[in-house]
C-alpha cells in the first residue's frame, strides 16, 4: 500500500498510470492546481539536469583545459613554491654566518696567540719537589737547589760530593 | 649553490682550525751535556744558546757539548723517554701537565746504577739544570727545556706536513705578525 507521499512522487514524475492515475488526480482536493505544481516541478528538474550535470569534454578541450590549469599554477604566484622549498640557510644567511664565524675565529685567535706569545716568560719557576743521591756509592752528596739571577730564570739542582768519573765517560 | 657549498666548506675548515688550535703540544729537550774548559771551544748546541751565559756564569766552563739527547713532544703530559750516551742514561717520565708546567720523575743512570732521583715540576719558561758528577776535566750536565712553540713550529716545518696544519701555522704567522 503506497502513501499519498508516494503515489505524489511517482505522479509528478509521471509514472502513475490506468486506474491508479484515475484514482490518484480524483483524490485530490485541487487538480488544477496540483497540475500547476507539477508543471513547475518538471521545469525546475529539467533545468537542475541541465546546469549540474556532468560537462563531457572531448579530448582536445581536456587537454587545453589540463594546460590552462597547470600554466595557471605556476604563474598564479611563483614565491608560493620558491618558499616551500627554501631552508634556513639561505645564500644571505650563509654569508653572514660565515662572517661571524670567521670574525670570532680571528677573535680567539688572536686572544690565544696573546696568552701564549712564544717570547712570553709565565710567572712559574721551575720546581725541585724531591732529589736524592745514591747514599751507597755517594755517601757524602749533597743536593741544593737555586734560581738564576737573570732572565733565563734557570732553575740549578747543584749537587756536590757525588764520585768522579774518568774522562772515557764523557763518550757520546 | 656553488657559494653555498664553498661557505660549507670554509665553515669546515674553520671548525678543523679551531680544533687543531686546541692541540698546544710542547716539546721538551733534554740533554747530557758535558762542560768543560778547552782552548778552542765548539759552537754551543741551540738548544743551549739563549742561556748559553747563565751555563758559562754558573759552571764556569767554556764548552758544552751534548753528548745524548731526546727531544719528546708531549701530548697527553704522560709520556716517558730516554736520553742516553754510552755510559748515561737520563729517564724521563712525565706524570702530567699543569697550570706550571710538567710534573717529572728524573732518574740519572751510569751504566745500571741510578746516581740521582729527583722529583720536578718543570715550568715552560724555566730551564732544568742539574750539576752531575765530575768526568775526566769536565762537568757532566743534565739540562731540560720546554722549547718555546716558535722552536717547535721550525721543528715542524721541515716535517712533511698535511695542507690544513701548513695553513693554519701560515695563519698563526700572519696573525702573529700583524700584532704589535
Redesign the interface.
Known amino acids: 500500500m503506497k502513501t499519498f507521499e508516494e503515489k505524489w512522487t511517482a505522479w509528478l514524475d509521471g509514472q502513475l498510470s490506468g486506474r491508479e492515475l484515475i484514482e490518484f488526480e480524483s483524490s485530490l482536493p485541487d487538480l488544477a492546481a496540483a497540475k500547476v505544481e507539477k508543471r513547475d516541478a518538471q521545469k525546475l528538474g529539467a533545468f537542475l539536469k541541465r546546469e549540474l550535470g556532468a560537462q563531457t569534454m572531448s579530448n582536445e578541450e581536456f587537454f587545453s583545459h589540463q594546460l590552462r590549469e597547470r600554466i595557471a599554477r605556476e604563474t598564479e604566484d611563483p614565491s608560493r613554491g620558491r618558499e616551500a622549498r627554501s631552508t634556513w640557510?639561505t645564500?644571505p644567511r650563509?654569508?653572514w654566518?660565515?662572517a661571524t664565524?670567521?670574525a670570532l675565529?680571528?677573535i680567539?685567535?688572536?686572544a690565544?696567540?696573546?696568552e701564549?706569545q712564544?717570547?712570553?716568560?709565565?710567572e712559574?719557576?721551575?720546581?725541585?719537589?724531591?732529589?736524592?743521591?745514591?747514599p751507597a756509592?755517594?755517601p757524602n752528596a749533597t743536593v741544593s737547589i737555586f734560581?738564576?739571577k737573570?732572565e733565563?730564570?734557570?732553575?740549578?739542582?747543584?749537587?756536590e760530593g757525588?764520585?768522579?768519573?774518568?774522562?772515557?765517560?764523557?763518550?757520546? | 649553490m656553488e657559494l653555498r657549498r664553498l661557505l660549507i666548506a670554509v665553515s669546515v675548515i674553520l671548525a678543523i682550525m679551531l680544533v687543531s688550535s686546541a692541540d698546544a703540544a710542547h716539546a721538551v729537550w733534554s740533554g747530557l751535556v758535558i762542560a768543560e774548559n778547552v782552548p778552542q771551544p765548539a759552537a754551543i748546541p741551540p738548544e743551549l744558546t739563549k742561556f748559553e751565559q747563565t751555563l758559562k756564569d754558573l759552571f764556569g766552563y767554556n764548552q758544552f757539548e751534548v753528548i745524548g739527547q731526546s727531544s719528546k713532544t708531549l701530548r697527553t703530559g704522560e709520556e716517558d723517554w730516554l736520553a742516553s750516551s754510552k755510559y748515561f742514561a737520563l729517564h724521563v717520565d712525565a706524570h702530567g701537565e699543569n697550570d706550571s708546567g710538567y710534573a717529572l720523575n728524573l732518574k740519572l743512570y751510569k751504566e745500571r746504577d741510578i746516581l740521582l732521583e729527583t722529583e720536578a715540576n718543570l715550568s715552560r719558561s724555566s730551564p732544568l739544570v742539574i750539576k752531575g758528577p765530575q768526568v775526566g776535566s769536565g762537568q757532566l750536565l743534565l739540562v731540560l727545556v720546554v722549547k718555546d712553540d716558535e722552536e717547535t713550529h721550525h721543528r715542524r716545518h721541515a716535517e712533511p706536513t698535511n695542507p690544513i696544519s701548513a695553513g693554519w701555522h701560515r695563519l698563526r704567522k700572519a696573525i702573529h705578525n700583524i700584532l704589535p
Open positions: 640557510w645564500v650563509l654569508v654566518s660565515g664565524a670567521l675565529f680571528v680567539f685567535g688572536i690565544i696567540l696573546r701564549r712564544p717570547g712570553e716568560r709565565s712559574y719557576l721551575t720546581q725541585i719537589l724531591n732529589s736524592k743521591v745514591d756509592a755517594n734560581e738564576s737573570n733565563n730564570k734557570v732553575t740549578v739542582l747543584w749537587t757525588l764520585q768522579s768519573l774518568p774522562a772515557d765517560y764523557a763518550a757520546q
